[in-house]
Every structure is written in structure tokens, then in C-alpha cells.
């Protein structure tokens, strides 16, 4: 007996997210179909809201919702500090150390010529535009601790090395090789305050 075309449509799709190979995505695909209406109706319901109110800011690469950015739009942040990352779920990590108050600018991927990510694919445009437009004193590369994250860091501090701010790294409390959405906070919390100083504006 062949699979139903709609449990193969489903399968597929569920292979598309990161980590899922085929036998995770039957095992999810029967599971999601032996939920009773509720739950199911609950899932295709989150899913649809998902695709339709949340996009990404155009100033600062994160999440939002209905077109409302919740950190563009915080007005008790420091606006003479921007920390560049690497993606959204570096934000989340940060914000939890309750000790950087500044504004963010998410990447969404980093430089990697042997992936065949380059300059247009990250979301570079935006942060000179941000630079040239703003009042930023200090911009803190965080991306991550590894060689595509390194590459990406250089190439945004001699992109931005003739503007008047001082320009940052995150200290090597991180590992090399590491990412930082898995950094403790201790660890992360050094990092910030022992940053270095690739320019520094006086």
C-alpha cells in the first residue's frame, strides 16, 4: 500500500526544518494526525498567524509583529550603542543578562565564501544606512566565535573604520568555534564587559 499523498506532503514538508531527517518527520506527521481537532486546529491556526503577521524589520533584521518591531520601538534603550549579532536567537540570549541596554542589529547569517553567502545575503545594507543615520558612539561586533563569524566581524569593522564611533569585539571568554546562543551567562556577561577594541573614538 502506497503512504496518502497529503501524509507524503506532510512528511516533506516537516523534512524541511533543520535536524529532521525522514524518520523524525513520520514520526511527527503521525503524531500530528492522531491529535485530536483541538490540538490540531491549534497548531495550523499558530502556524498561519505566523506566516502572515510576523516579517522582518527592515532597520534591524529581527521579528516582528504586524509590522510593530519591538526593539526599533523601545524608546528606553541606549541609543548610543548598537551590537551587532548574528541572529535572533542571540538577542534572546543577551536580553537575558538584563546587563546590555543598547539597540540591536541582526545579521540573520554570516559571511561564508565556501557557502556561497556573501555580502548581499546578510543583512549588511541596512546597518551602514543605521550608521550614517544615527547617533551610535560604540558599535559591539558579537557575531559568533567562529571562523565565518571572525570573517564577518573583520569585514563590518573596516567597512565601517572611517565613521567617528568606536567599534568593539566580544572578549575571547567565548570559545572558539562556539556559538553564541549556547554561552552561559556568566561567560557571555564577561565577554561584553571584557570586549576589545578594534577603533575606539576618544
Same mark, same amino acid.
Given at each position: 500500500?502506497?503512504?496518502?499523498?497529503? &501524509?507524503?506532503?506532510?512528511?516533506?514538508? *516537516?523534512? /524541511?526544518?533543520?535536524?529532521?531527517?525522514?524518520?523524525?518527520?513520520?514520526?511527527?506527521?503521525?503524531? &500530528? %494526525?492522531?491529535?485530536?481537532?483541538?490540538?490540531?486546529?491549534?497548531?495550523?491556526?499558530?502556524?498561519?498567524? #505566523? =506566516?502572515?503577521?510576523?516579517?522582518?524589520?527592515?532597520?534591524?533584521?529581527?521579528f516582528?509583529?504586524?509590522?510593530?518591531?519591538?526593539?526599533?520601538?523601545?524608546?528606553?534603550?541606549?541609543?548610543?550603542? %548598537?551590537?551587532?549579532?548574528?541572529?535572533?536567537?542571540d538577542?534572546?540570549?543577551?536580553? /537575558?543578562?538584563?546587563?546590555?541596554?543598547?539597540?540591536?542589529?541582526? *545579521?540573520?547569517?554570516? %559571511?561564508?565564501?565556501?557557502?556561497?553567502?556573501?555580502?548581499?545575503? &546578510?543583512?549588511?545594507e541596512? *546597518?551602514?544606512?543605521?550608521?550614517?543615520?544615527?547617533?551610535?558612539?560604540?558599535?559591539?561586533?558579537?557575531?559568533?566565535?567562529?571562523?565565518?563569524?571572525?570573517?564577518? #566581524?573583520?569585514?563590518? #569593522?573596516?567597512?565601517?573604520?572611517?565613521?567617528?564611533?568606536?567599534?568593539?569585539? %566580544?572578549?575571547?571568554?567565548?570559545?572558539?568555534?562556539?556559538? *553564541?546562543?549556547?554561552?552561559?551567562?556568566?561567560?557571555?556577561? =564577561?565577554?561584553?564587559?571584557?570586549? =576589545?577594541?578594534?577603533k575606539?573614538?576618544?
Amino acid at each position: 500500500m502506497e503512504e496518502l499523498l497529503s &501524509i507524503s506532503n506532510l512528511i516533506e514538508a *516537516l523534512k /524541511k526544518l533543520p535536524g529532521v531527517g525522514r524518520k523524525s518527520a513520520e514520526r511527527m506527521a503521525y503524531q &500530528i %494526525l492522531q491529535m485530536d481537532t483541538t490540538k490540531r486546529d491549534f497548531l495550523i491556526d499558530a502556524l498561519q498567524k #505566523a =506566516k502572515n503577521d510576523i516579517d522582518t524589520c527592515p532597520t534591524c533584521g529581527s521579528f516582528r509583529e504586524n509590522h510593530i518591531c519591538p526593539l526599533c520601538n523601545d524608546e528606553t534603550r541606549d541609543s548610543s550603542v %548598537l551590537i551587532v549579532v548574528s541572529s535572533f536567537k542571540d538577542v534572546l540570549v543577551i536580553e /537575558k543578562l538584563n546587563s546590555y541596554h543598547g539597540f540591536y542589529h541582526i *545579521l540573520n547569517g554570516n %559571511l561564508s565564501p565556501s557557502k556561497g553567502i556573501g555580502l548581499r545575503d &546578510i543583512n549588511l545594507e541596512s *546597518l551602514i544606512a543605521r550608521v550614517k543615520e544615527g547617533d551610535f558612539k560604540e558599535i559591539i561586533l558579537a557575531t559568533d566565535p567562529t571562523l565565518d563569524g571572525e570573517t564577518t #566581524a573583520l569585514y563590518i #569593522a573596516k567597512m565601517l573604520y572611517s565613521y567617528p564611533i568606536t567599534i568593539s569585539r %566580544l572578549a575571547y571568554g567565548l570559545p572558539m568555534g562556539g556559538q *553564541l546562543e549556547y554561552a552561559d551567562e556568566l561567560t557571555l556577561t =564577561k565577554s561584553l564587559e571584557g570586549r =576589545k577594541f578594534i577603533k575606539k573614538e576618544i
